[in-house]
């Protein structure tokens, strides 16, 4: 059972360089979601999705952009990467939205310098 | 302001000993509170989940207590093992119109076993 799967696990990127972080779940799961966590931080959302086509903004989205074409996957894509963004990703999805647990990816580290 | 709070940041115990951790909260409307164990460098992966009408809930050696009159929750992990060594996070959802159910996270407790 593959649950959620992010890649990559580790990526260095050079200030002002892009890249997109790619989430894949085979739960069949509407809601999918990215957070971003911080050392001594509690998960921010960054954005999520309630279903294919549809996303939106969470606390955290500056510098990042979103798309949900098909139920399975949920990129996130990082544009002009600054220090700031330096954090570990976590990709979620859930079967429901108020009671649902949360599965989670291994979470992608990224180190921007 | 919705938020949640986790206490102590951190501890160490004894293999073999006993602890609690808790969380209070200031969400509202409240809908559901879930425990989620964090072994690093992993994803958090779920303990229990608390709704409005429950005291106790127990999973194992772990046993999650809510008392939703004071907006708070304690985990207490009996007979502490090597593999309990990790951070537990308390994850409270926001009943919303939208029904999407918007999560506040607390920071977690970093939890260290020693033999």
């Known amino acids: 059972n593959a649950g959620v799967t992010q890649t990559p696990k580790f990526r260095i990127l050079k200030i002002g360089q892009s890249m997109t972080l790619q989430c894949a779940q085979d739960?069949?799961?509407?809601?999918m979601y990215w957070y971003r966590q911080d050392p001594g931080m509690g998960l921010k959302l960054i954005y999520y999705s309630v279903g294919a086509g549809i996303t939106d903004k969470g606390e955290v989205p500056n510098g990042y952009n979103v798309s949900r074409s098909t139920t399975e996957d949920f990129p996130l894509r990082l544009e002009l990467a600054a220090p700031s963004q330096t954090s570990v990703y976590f990709c979620?999805?859930?079967?429901?939205?108020?009671?649902?647990?949360?599965?989670f990816g291994e979470g992608s580290r990224l180190t921007v310098l | 302001k919705n938020q949640v709070e986790q206490s102590p940041q951190s501890l160490i115990i004894l293999e073999g000993k006993n602890c609690t951790l808790q969380?209070?909260?200031?969400?509202?409307?409240?809908?559901?509170l879930r425990w989620y164990k964090q072994d690093t460098g992993r994803g958090p992966v779920s303990l229990t989940i608390m709704t409005f009408s429950e005291n106790t809930k127990s999973n194992g050696r772990y046993t999650a207590t809510l008392d939703a009159d004071t907006k708070q929750s304690s985990l207490h992990i009996t007979a502490s093992q090597l593999s309990d060594s990790a951070s537990y996070i308390c994850?409270?959802?926001?009943?919303?119109?939208?029904?999407?159910?918007?999560?506040?996270f607390g920071a977690g407790t970093q939890v260290v076993v020693t033999p």
């Open positions: 739960m069949n799961h509407n809601y």
């Open positions: 969380c209070n909260y200031t969400v509202s409307p409240f809908s559901n």
């Open positions: 994850v409270v959802t926001v009943m919303t119109t939208d029904s999407w159910g918007k999560l506040q």
């Open positions: 979620a999805s859930r079967f429901r939205a108020n009671t649902g647990e949360l599965f």
